[in-house]
């Protein structure tokens, strides 16, 4: 399926001011003696793949982790290094993650000025409880200083990251924060459903009882962001992300459309025609393993063709654009169940979830990992 050179490219930065309770992204606190080590890895990781791989990207994502937890100099470093080393002729997105509570002007605008066209701030909520139960290091009035100063450096692309059902949140609570959202205009918007994920302290909390979850309350605050953002003049592009028109992330349309990328630095997942692999997710093991001279990869799988296609169109249904009905067509009879059922819509050539269908994508989206019933 690879054809070309690779046109996406993602960089993880491991680094957080502070660990939130609920997260599994692979990362730790700031540890100023790896740092420069970790740089230098990231660069010669780049020269490496380089070496047997042809990249023009179009995208760059750098995630987290939290890429602004480095300093302006280190990013300056990171991103020049870059540069000098890719053919960035053909880039239309470059997006940073960063954490409000690591935003200054300086940065920012050193970050414009090298490149960066889009950054993507985890705001979460904007009442200062949640915060408080997130664990978040910010609190909403800096969250709100740093959103001003993404614009004062010029970005004109900017998403909020946004998340609901955190424990004590009400109703009331999650409108006033898309409200709030709203007001500010930001380009895109990202509400994720909390999810308890594994190895987490969330996660111990949940199974000691501490923590409830309910899924038709989750399904209520899901309805309430649909109805406000799409009221507001976001379109749903994929079951999280809202954005204005033109405004899609085009890294992660990239990714849910079935697109090859590489991802470096520990822990970073890349797909390249039938081969997967990931980076050791360990920032010291991934240094060493790069500084000498090898690759840093965990594993490796072959995902051959009708694998990828499989999830290609779990991710792509999780879309507007939708799964083309000729994908499908091993399953005509389930893709029959699911329109007869409300799940599906379609058109003669295109298959989309309805509202329906978005509450329960995860479970729908099995039904295309496997043969379908009748073959088996
Ligand atoms: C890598 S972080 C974003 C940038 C930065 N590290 C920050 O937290 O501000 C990506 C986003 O994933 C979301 N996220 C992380 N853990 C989550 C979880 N357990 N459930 C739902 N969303 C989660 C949060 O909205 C977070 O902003
Ligand atoms: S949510 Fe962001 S800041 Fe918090 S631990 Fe995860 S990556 Fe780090």
């Not at 239309?92 to 605008?109: D, I, Q």
């Not at 994929?238 to 992330?249: F, L, P």
């Not at 010291?284 to 799988?301: N, V």
């Amino acid at each position: 399926m690879s054809s070309g050179p690779i046109r996406h490219l993602y960089v993880h930065i491991p680094f957080c001011p502070k660990v939130c309770p609920y997260c599994s992204f692979y990362k730790e606190a700031s540890d100023r003696n790896k740092t420069q080590g970790f740089l230098d890895a990231v660069l010669a990781e780049l020269d490496l793949r380089q070496r047997s791989l042809e990249l023009r990207p179009e995208t760059i994502f750098f995630g987290g982790g939290t890429p602004s937890a480095l300093s302006t100099a280190q990013l300056d470093y990171l991103l020049a290094g870059l540069r000098a080393r890719l053919d960035l002729s053909q880039l239309r997105e470059w997006t940073l993650e960063m954490n409000p509570a690591t935003v200054s002007l300086e940065k920012a605008s050193r970050l414009r000025q090298l490149g960066v066209n889009r950054i993507s701030m985890g705001v979460q909520s904007w009442d200062e409880g949640l915060l408080q139960v997130l664990g978040r290091v910010h609190n909403g009035a800096q969250a709100q200083r740093s959103y001003a100063i993404l614009r004062e450096a010029g970005f004109d692309n900017v998403n909020l990251d946004l998340m609901f059902a955190v424990p004590t949140q009400t109703r009331d609570q999650w409108s006033a924060s898309l409200e709030k959202t709203i007001a500010l205009q930001p380009e895109h918007i990202s509400a994720y459903c909390l999810t308890y994920e594994e190895d987490t302290a969330f996660f111990a909390r949940f199974t000691k009882g501490e923590f409830t979850q309910d899924a038709s309350w989750d399904a209520d605050l899901f309805e309430d962001t649909m109805d406000r953002l799409s009221g507001a003049g976001y379109g749903q592009y994929e079951i999280s992300n809202y954005a204005r028109e033109g405004r899609d992330c085009l890294h992660n349309l990239a990714y849910w459309l079935g697109a090859d990328y590489l991802g470096l630095g520990p822990s970073a997942f890349s797909t390249v025609g039938e081969r997967r692999w990931q980076n050791v997710a360990d920032t010291s093991a991934y240094t060493g393993k790069i500084q000498a001279g090898t690759h840093a990869e965990a594993f490796s799988e072959s995902v051959p063709g009708d694998l990828r296609r499989s999830e290609q169109i779990a991710f792509a249904l999780r879309t507007n654009r939708g799964v083309p009905r000729e994908w499908l067509e091993p399953w005509s009879r389930e893709v029959a169940e699911f329109e007869r059922d409300g799940f599906f819509s379609g058109s003669q050539d295109r298959v989309y979830l309805t509202r329906r269908g978005k509450m329960v994508a995860d479970t729908l989206a099995q039904t295309f990992v496997s043969a379908p019933e009748h073959a088996r």
